[in-house]
Structure formats: structure tokens, C-alpha cells
């Protein structure tokens, strides 16, 4: 092999890439072990006895459930009909119907007999117009808004319009509440008056036995995408968000599902619609103007609380939403930049918006940097194999070891997969998405790191299934024997 002198500026900028990418992964260590020992504090837990007590409780506060729906056909019926068996004393659905194209809004009429009322629309916040607002002929707590199309945004902020209750949940139409998650989010506004916002966990469907609108039986799904999935969403929530809440940082709040003081979004005007990234865009907002009033507040995580919803399965739809979700993150930290690093703001400003900005956002970028000087290196003979192995270990060996940690923590809660044949599984996803989907990931958030920075706008690709539902168990004992 030819002899090739090695550039110094070459092997400087790999070695800080290698030491950045090195750093990253230690936080995430970090991170996790501070849920790991949160997950093990059994006295943050509602036990038995209380949750039963607060089911019947009048001291809970009234909830509106948003759920904004654009052309949910395929799974608006089942999932109303979920939202409407929640364990929560007291209570409404409010489904926004944001334009849909297809038949979204004639089977909420036809399924629940719904009728146009005269229910009060609030002014304080601008929306598209709404078209009629309908509740059902039956004994059931659902109102249905229908109005123009507005996107997401605009369609929260139409349920806010409408909502009655001093407290909002936001969820999606394609998401499957929990039984008790209700019950689990309210109790830190129970606990402290200061409570702006609580988050739920989010885990995957897909693969999961539905039975009436409820997970029957947790299980992973036979798409390896959709698995890896799982492994992502275990890694966000258990080993970050858990964290970040305990820190006093938390700087997203899944749109799939949170709890929020319906006051507080009305002070902040409501959702941005000009981003695509609303939910966390509200979420930093809501940091930066109750920390400029010096008004004591509080953004929590609750891992107990937990939502299902489904996630793509095909690579396209994928990276539309990585693509998405990595925009929306640029817009949501580039409109509060004047939160960074300034400790007016606290361990927001001084821990979680740098870290969200270094890390998270830029972090992509800086890995996909490294495996190009990696290969190429060592094609002309510029970087070693030493050299090679220590940028493979610091990005693949350390965020391997994340991942399965992250698999292990998910056994320390309540929903966890059953059977070691589930566990096995999760555990060969762990280790080879990190060989082929971890670097595609990295590249779409690169993308969608220059998109954002470009101001591209748009929703990108979406594609709704029907739920997975649980066959009888004589359908199941003769799949068994085939």
C-alpha cells in the first residue's frame, strides 16, 4: 500500500469528532443510570390502593382530551372508543376533525350519533373557521369539531377553543391511552398547584394485541424496522426524558400524549402553527415566559403513564417523520436561542437547551462526519486501523450498550414484554440496527438539520393502520398448530 503523508488537519478534526461522539454517548450513559435508579424508587409510584381510592375521587380535576384527526379513517372508530373507557371520574373526548378528505368525520357521526350543538366557542385564540361542533345523542362524554384544515396546531388549538376543563390531555387519533393514564399524569397536579405540563411514556403498538381499543397483550412486532423502533422509543423516554424531568430540563413532551394546565397554553397563545415541531416548540415556551414572570412552575415526566401508538413500517414513511421531528427540533431551539447558555433561565439555559442544541441537534451531523473521514481515511491510507476501531467503538460498541440497556430498563416497568423469547429478540434488534438503520438515521437527521435550517416547511409522508386486534383464543390455538 502507498505510502500517503498523513494531514494533520485530517486526523485532528477525526479525533475530535471520535472525542465528541465519545462525549455524547457518555451522557446518554449518564442519563440512563440517573432513570435507572429513579425506575428502582418505588415511593414516586401510585400504589394499588391509591389509585383505586382516586378513581372515584371528586378532588381530581375535570380533563378535555384533545385529539386532532386529518383523514383517520382506518382507526378513528376504535381508538374514540378507547379514549371513551378511560379510568378518570370526570372527563370529555374532544376530537377535532382538521379537514379530513376521507370518511373520518361520517363514521364519528354514524358510530357515536352525533348531532350538531350549540356548545360555546371561546375567542381568545385564532383559528380556522370551525364548521360545527357536534355531541352525541347518547349518555357519553364526546364532543366532535369539525373545521377547515389548519394542520395539527391549529386543530389543538380549536380543542382549546371548545374544551371546558381546567385541565387539557393531548393524544393523537391513532394513539391508544392507557386505562389509568389519566390517573397517573393528574397526580402531580395534585401534588403541587405549580404544574404546568406532565408527560407520559410512549411505547410501540405495533406487534401488540389490541382488544377493544386496549393493549391485551404487549408484544414485539414482526417488521424489524417497526421493532428497532421499539428500542428508539425505550432509549428516549426511559433513558432521557426521565432524566431530563429529575433535572429540572425537560424540553419535549411527546404530541402522542401530555397534561397540561389549559390556562397556562391559553396564556402562551397556544400551539405555533408556523412549526412543524408544535409540541416541543410548546414546551420551550412555556420555560421561557414562565422563567422570565420568575414564576415558580414545574414540567414533569411521569414514566407510569403511557400511551400506544403505532409507528412506521416502511423506510420512507420513516424518514419523513425523522426528517420532520429533526426540523422541528431546529425551529423550536433557533426561536428561543436567547435561552442559551444564559442562566437567567436556569438548568434550562445552562443544561438543556445546550444539550439539546450540541447533542441532539448538531450530533447527527458530527457522527455522519465521522464515519466519511473514517472510510475514507482509511481507503488512502490516512487513518489506521486503530484510529478506525476507536471511532467504531465510541459511536456502534458504546450506543450498543445503550440500547440494551435501555431494553433491560423496560423490564423494570409495568408494561414490559413478556417471555424471554420477546427479550431475545429485542436484544438481536439492539445490536443490528446499529450496523445499518443507526447510520440511515443519522443521515436523515442531517437532512432534516439542513431542512430545518433552510426553513423547509410541510408534514412530509404519513400512513395510518388498523390496530392489530386479539384473535379468539381458538384463532390462536390454531395458528399455534400451523
Not at 372515584?56 to 379514549?83: D, K
Not at 370526570?90 to 350543538?117: M, Q
Not at 411527546?254 to 397563545?269: K, N, P
Request: charged share 20%; proline share 4%.
Amino acid at each position: 500500500m502507498s505510502s500517503v503523508a498523513e494531514p494533520t488537519w485530517f486526523l485532528i478534526t477525526e479525533t475530535l469528532v471520535i472525542a465528541y461522539v465519545a462525549v455524547v454517548n457518555t451522557t446518554y450513559l449518564v442519563l440512563m443510570l440517573l432513570a435507572y435508579f429513579d425506575l428502582r424508587d418505588e415511593s414516586r409510584r401510585l400504589a394499588p390502593e391509591h389509585r383505586a381510592a382516586l378513581k372515584h375521587s371528586p378532588l381530581l380535576p375535570p380533563i378535555s382530551v384533545l385529539a386532532p384527526s386529518f383523514n383517520e379513517a382506518a382507526t378513528i372508530r376504535e381508538s374514540v372508543q378507547a379514549m371513551l373507557k378511560l379510568e378518570y371520574p370526570n372527563y370529555e373526548v374532544v376530537v377535532i376533525n382538521d379537514g379530513s378528505r376521507d370518511d373520518t368525520l361520517a363514521i364519528l357521526i354514524e358510530a357515536f350519533r352525533l348531532y350538531k350543538s350549540a356548545r360555546a366557542i371561546g375567542q381568545t385564540i385564532q383559528t380556522q373557521p370551525i364548521k360545527a361542533v357536534y355531541e352525541s345523542r347518547d349518555p357519553i362524554r364526546l364532543v366532535v369539531i369539525d373545521k377547515q384544515n389548519g394542520g395539527k396546531a391549529d386543530a389543538l388549538n380549536a380543542g382549546l377553543r371548545v374544551a371546558r376543563s381546567p385541565l387539557v390531555a393531548i393524544t393523537d387519533s391513532d394513539s391508544l391511552l392507557d386505562n389509568e393514564a389519566l390517573l397517573v399524569a393528574a397526580k402531580p397536579f395534585l401534588e403541587d398547584s405549580a404544574t404546568l405540563a406532565v408527560g407520559g411514556i410512549i411505547r410501540v403498538a405495533n406487534g401488540c394485541d389490541i382488544d377493544a381499543g386496549r393493549v391485551a397483550r404487549v408484544g414485539v412486532p414482526r417488521s424489524f424496522l417497526a421493532t428497532s423502533q421499539i428500542i428508539e422509543y425505550l432509549r428516549a423516554f426511559l433513558g432521557g426524558r426521565i432524566a431530563f424531568s429529575l433535572l429540572k430540563s425537560l424540553l419535549v413532551i411527546s404530541g402522542a400524549f401530555g397534561l397540561f394546565q389549559r390556562e397556562a397554553l391559553v396564556t402562551a397563545g397556544g400551539f405555533d402553527t408556523r412549526t412543524v415541531g408544535e409540541d416541543m416548540e410548546l414546551i420551550v415556551r412555556l420555560h421561557h415566559l414562565w422563567s422570565r414572570k420568575r414564576t415558580p412552575y414545574r414540567i414533569v415526566f411521569v414514566p407510569d403513564s403511557l400511551c400506544w401508538t403505532q409507528v412506521p413500517e416502511r423506510l420512507k414513511v420513516l424518514r419523513a417523520q425523522r426528517n420532520r421531528w429533526q426540523r422541528g427540533a431546529v425551529e423550536s431551539i433557533t426561536k428561543h436561542a436567547g435561552m442559551l447558555f444564559n442562566p437567567r433561565y436556569g438548568t434550562i439555559g445552562l443544561f438543556g437547551l445546550p444539550y439539546f442544541a450540541l447533542l441532539e441537534i448538531i450530533g447527527p451531523g458530527v457522527e455522519l462526519l465521522g464515519y466519511l473521514l473514517t472510510v475514507i481515511g482509511l481507503i488512502f491510507g490516512i487513518v489506521g486501523i486503530g484510529t478506525a476501531l476507536l471511532f467504531f467503538t465510541a459511536s456502534i460498541a458504546y450506543g450498543l450498550t445503550l440500547s440494551v440497556g435501555a431494553v433491560l430498563l423496560a423490564e423494570m416497568t409495568e408494561r414490559h414484554y413478556l417471555g424471554l423469547g420477546n427479550l431475545f429478540r429485542l436484544l438481536i434488534v439492539a445490536v443490528l440496527e446499529h450496523f445499518w438503520l443507526h447510520q440511515l438515521m443519522i443521515l436523515w437527521r442531517t437532512s432534516g438539520l439542513i431542512d430545518g435550517l433552510r426553513g423547509k416547511a410541510g408534514w412530509g409522508l404519513m400512513e395510518r393502520k388498523h390496530f392489530q386486534q386479539r384473535k379468539p383464543r381458538g384463532a390462536q390455538a390454531a395458528d399455534a398448530q400451523r
